[in-house]
């Protein structure tokens, strides 16, 4: 039986891998966010990120 990583993430952590991706894109938007401030990224609800 062969499983995608998707499966396996699941299977390991109990998350599925678009939960993990979210997660590390959300620290990255920090790091940008901490280097140019934080007016410079705008969240936008159901849509996802803007520059402004």
Request: net charge negative; glycine share 12%.
């Amino acid at each position: 039986m062969t499983k995608n990583a998707g499966e396996i993430y699941d299977t390991v952590w109990g998350e599925s891998i678009d939960t993990l991706f979210s997660d590390s894109l959300k620290v990255h938007i920090a790091g940008i966010r901490k280097k140019l401030g934080k007016d410079c990224i705008e969240t936008v609800v159901g849509f996802g990120y803007m520059i402004a």
